[in-house]
């Protein structure tokens, strides 16, 4: 257990579906973000939040709207994806700081079928 | 260049050493990790090092940090059937770079035979 819970854990949604992704993190962290993990692509950044705050949006298609009413949950709201969009999408949070050191804790990830 | 760089396979026999390799990109990065990933899991930190030391060993794992090269290495000492997962590397760099952010490599995958 790392301390970040995410659910569900598998999904299968067709591409005229809207579902949500949630991550809840207990570390008390300020931090967290979403990662889309592909077959045989590097672990691709989607977006991040420190303090609520969206600091970084990696050009990630509209279809897929984050959201962090407190610093302790981050959802992912999906809406008319596509095939290319099945992954395992993982969140992960931290406690940033100007020293430099700041591990990201991962949760086990939703397996995420588009059909 | 701007990737952090693995290779992607690795194969060794239960017993012997694991070596994985990675080559990170910004000379001021202050920590670089190692993280493991089994299958249908999450990111699991292993270990870290900060940029002042050259090697940090924690029980059967052992980093090894160039700077000059700006190359990482993690030994897997006596290496189990356990140990079979994907490996990444990630650098915290320091220039041009959200707070918070690290960089990942495409991660190794391990594979250990009895």
């Known amino acids: 257990e790392t301390g970040v819970t995410q659910t569900p854990r598998h999904l299968v949604m067709g591409m005229t579906n809207k579902k949500s992704l949630k991550c809840e993190q207990h570390l008390g962290h300020n931090a967290m973000y979403w990662y889309k993990q592909s077959a045989k692509k590097p672990l691709e950044l989607m977006f991040v939040y420190n303090f609520k705050e969206q600091t970084e949006n990696n050009s990630v298609p509209s279809r897929f709207s984050p959201e962090c009413p407190n610093s302790s949950h981050l959802f992912l709201h999906l809406h008319t994806l596509q095939p290319e969009d099945s992954a395992l999408y993982l969140c992960?949070?931290?406690?940033?700081?100007?020293?430099?050191?700041?591990?990201?804790?991962f949760g086990p990830g939703t397996r995420l079928t588009v059909t | 260049g701007e990737d952090v760089e693995q290779s992607l396979f690795l194969s060794v026999r239960e017993g012997d050493s694991s070596v994985i390799n990675c080559t990170y990109t910004?000379?001021?990065?202050?920590?670089l990790y190692w993280y493991k990933q089994e299958p249908g899991a999450g990111l699991q930190l292993l270990t870290y090092i900060f940029s002042n030391m050259d090697m940090k060993q924690d029980q059967r794992l052992t980093v090894l940090l160039n700077k000059k090269d700006k190359h990482l290495s993690l030994r897997i000492a006596d290496t189990q059937t356990g140990d079979s997962a994907i490996y990444f590397c990630?650098?915290?760099?320091?220039?041009?770079?959200?707070?918070?952010?690290?960089?990942f490599g495409r991660g190794t995958q391990l594979t250990v035979w009895p």
């Open positions: 992960a949070s931290s406690q940033p700081g100007t020293g430099g050191y700041y591990e990201q804790y």
């Open positions: 990630a650098e915290a760099r320091r220039r041009g770079s959200t707070l918070g952010r690290l960089y």
């Open positions: 910004d000379s001021s990065s202050t920590y």
